[in-house]
């Protein structure tokens, strides 16, 4: 009798399990919970700067019901309700582990989801933050532009922030796209870009391209690079490092650097 090999996992499959892995890597930084392999005072840095860029967007007041695609643990629902109490929430993700410690915050609507969109209404407003990333297959990234355009109101926005290089690159994980590539795509499917706004830190992002690996494998405990850079995370020494460096790095002198990696906010609409 034959020995039946094990079918291959499906891209959905693998990436369920690997941010349900990622849920349960937490640590903390400024009275925060986070999860990200990012180093976190960049991530810090940067969110900030995403939140002040969207503000104007939430703030409308035509705009009531609102998508978080890709909600993760729930952060920016939370965030974002906390601001506008008035406005309804919702937000679909992947992973059930993400989606449990979402709920715990009771801020939205939030339902595990591994085809699309789970709500049976039209949006005013969908936002995707630092998630189609992650989405390695292409025509699932396609199919979810398609769904995402096809749950907004006629003329509403929808939000997209991604990382972005001159070339695309990619992980086992992770992809880094080329800002055309999010722009041809989401024209094919009758998007219409409103604006983007490009965040890089040069200085940083050198760092992390050419000296963080080296030093996270000569002084870091992993099994593969995604752990190390989770404990790099919780290592005090090397947040006080990236703390300084970030604070480098946002000088005039080193922002204005011209580099093309770093992360793009989409502001794009639908046709009315």
Not at 3 to 12: E, H, L, M, R, T
Not at 103 to 110: D, N, S, T
Not at 129 to 158: N, T
Not at 246 to 254: E, T
């Amino acid at each position: 009798m034959t020995k039946q090999s094990k079918k291959p996992q499906s891209n959905a499959l693998k990436s369920e399990k690997y941010w349900s892995q990622r849920g349960k890597s937490l640590y903390k930084y400024r009275g925060e919970k986070f999860y990200t392999v990012t180093p976190i005072p960049y991530y810090y840095k940067r969110r900030k700067l995403l939140l002040d860029l969207v503000y104007d967007y939430f703030d409308k007041k035509s705009i009531n019901n609102i998508l978080d695609f890709g909600c993760g643990d729930g952060w920016y629902i939370n965030h974002f309700k906390k601001q506008f109490k008035n406005k309804f929430f919702y937000g679909c993700d992947i992973s059930p582990v993400m989606v449990n410690e979402a709920k715990l915050l009771k801020a939205g609507k939030i339902e595990v989801s591994k085809n699309g969109i789970p709500f049976n209404i039209q949006f005013d407003m969908i936002y995707c933050f630092a998630v189609w990333a992650h989405i390695m297959d292409k025509s699932v990234l396609e199919k979810s532009c398609r769904q995402i355009y096809d749950k907004l109101i006629p003329g509403a926005r929808f939000l997209l922030f991604e990382q972005t290089g001159k070339k695309e690159k990619s992980g086992e994980n992770w992809s880094k796209r080329t800002e055309n590539f999010y722009l041809e795509m989401a024209k094919r499917n009758g998007f219409i870009l409103e604006k983007k706004h490009f965040i890089s830190f040069p200085l940083f992002r050198l760092y992390e391209k050419f000296l963080m690996p080296r030093i996270y494998k000569l002084f870091l405990s992993g099994s593969n690079y995604t752990e190390k850079c989770i404990n790099a995370n919780k290592s005090s020494y090397l947040k006080k490092q990236h703390e300084i460096l970030i604070k480098l790095a946002s000088l005039p002198i080193f922002k204005n650097i011209k580099f093309s990696e770093g992360n793009t906010l989409f502001v794009f609409k639908k046709k009315c």
